[in-house]
Protein backbone atom coordinates (compact mmCIF):
# COMPACT_ATOMS: atom_id res chain seq x y z
CA UNK A 1 0.00 0.00 0.00
CA UNK A 2 1.60 3.32 -0.35
CA UNK A 3 2.79 5.38 1.87
CA UNK A 4 2.80 9.15 2.23
CA UNK A 5 4.68 11.89 3.88
CA UNK A 6 2.28 15.58 4.43
CA UNK A 7 3.94 17.94 5.46
CA UNK A 8 2.72 20.82 7.82
CA UNK A 9 3.38 24.60 8.40
CA UNK A 10 1.18 25.99 11.10
CA UNK A 11 -0.56 29.22 10.92
CA UNK A 12 -0.19 32.87 12.69
CA UNK A 13 -2.50 31.88 15.05
CA UNK A 14 -0.93 29.97 17.20
CA UNK A 15 -4.14 30.14 20.37
CA UNK A 16 -6.53 28.71 17.71
CA UNK A 17 -4.53 25.66 16.86
CA UNK A 18 -3.79 24.77 20.42
CA UNK A 19 -7.37 24.87 20.83
CA UNK A 20 -8.08 22.69 17.94
CA UNK A 21 -4.93 20.05 18.73
CA UNK A 22 -6.70 17.60 21.05
CA UNK A 23 -9.34 17.16 18.67
CA UNK A 24 -6.82 16.53 16.33
CA UNK A 25 -4.65 14.11 18.12
CA UNK A 26 -7.56 12.44 19.08
CA UNK A 27 -7.88 12.15 15.21
CA UNK A 28 -4.78 11.14 14.39
CA UNK A 29 -4.81 8.30 16.99
CA UNK A 30 -8.11 6.63 15.74
CA UNK A 31 -6.15 6.59 12.05
CA UNK A 32 -3.23 5.05 13.85
CA UNK A 33 -5.25 2.35 15.36
CA UNK A 34 -6.45 1.77 11.75
CA UNK A 35 -2.81 1.10 10.43
CA UNK A 36 -3.90 4.73 8.13
CA UNK A 37 -1.12 7.05 10.28
CA UNK A 38 2.29 5.36 10.56
CA UNK A 39 3.80 8.24 12.52
CA UNK A 40 4.02 11.70 13.35
CA UNK A 41 4.31 14.68 15.20
CA UNK A 42 5.38 18.54 15.79
CA UNK A 43 9.20 19.40 14.75
CA UNK A 44 11.07 20.74 17.38
CA UNK A 45 11.09 24.23 16.49
CA UNK A 46 7.27 24.31 16.91
CA UNK A 47 6.55 25.48 13.27
CA UNK A 48 5.00 23.02 12.28
CA UNK A 49 4.57 19.03 11.88
CA UNK A 50 4.79 15.63 9.89
CA UNK A 51 2.36 12.92 9.25
CA UNK A 52 3.72 9.94 7.65
CA UNK A 53 0.24 8.05 6.16
CA UNK A 54 -0.79 4.51 4.58
CA UNK A 55 -3.03 4.66 2.04
CA UNK A 56 -4.75 2.81 -0.82
CA UNK A 57 -4.25 5.64 -3.27
CA UNK A 58 -4.58 9.72 -3.18
CA UNK A 59 -8.43 10.06 -3.19
CA UNK A 60 -8.11 8.46 0.49
CA UNK A 61 -5.00 10.54 1.47
CA UNK A 62 -7.29 13.57 0.01
CA UNK A 63 -10.29 12.43 2.18
CA UNK A 64 -7.92 11.71 5.46
CA UNK A 65 -6.67 14.86 4.96
CA UNK A 66 -9.94 16.79 4.21
CA UNK A 67 -11.70 15.22 7.83
CA UNK A 68 -8.16 16.32 9.40
CA UNK A 69 -9.38 18.64 12.56
CA UNK A 70 -6.13 21.29 11.92
CA UNK A 71 -7.72 21.21 7.90
CA UNK A 72 -11.17 21.91 9.04
CA UNK A 73 -10.41 24.73 11.55
CA UNK A 74 -7.87 26.61 8.81
CA UNK A 75 -4.73 26.40 11.30
CA UNK A 76 -2.23 25.72 9.04
CA UNK A 77 -0.56 28.10 6.69
CA UNK A 78 0.63 25.48 4.07
CA UNK A 79 0.76 21.90 3.44
CA UNK A 80 2.53 19.64 1.45
CA UNK A 81 2.41 15.60 0.16
CA UNK A 82 4.99 13.50 -1.21
CA UNK A 83 4.33 10.00 -1.94
CA UNK A 84 7.45 7.98 -0.43
CA UNK A 85 8.92 4.69 -1.57
CA UNK A 86 10.22 3.19 1.55
CA UNK A 87 13.24 0.65 0.46
CA UNK A 88 14.83 0.16 4.27
CA UNK A 89 14.18 0.34 7.57
CA UNK A 90 12.08 -1.18 10.12
CA UNK A 91 8.30 -0.74 8.93
CA UNK A 92 9.53 -3.38 6.10
Not at 18 to 43: C, D, I, N, S, T
Not at 47 to 62: F, N, P, R, S, T
Not at 64 to 71: H, K, R, V
Amino acid sequence: MPRFVFDMVYGDDEDKRLAVRPEHREYAKGLAERGKLLAGGPFADGKGAQIVYEAADEAELDELIANDPYTKAGVLASTSVRQWEVVTGAWL
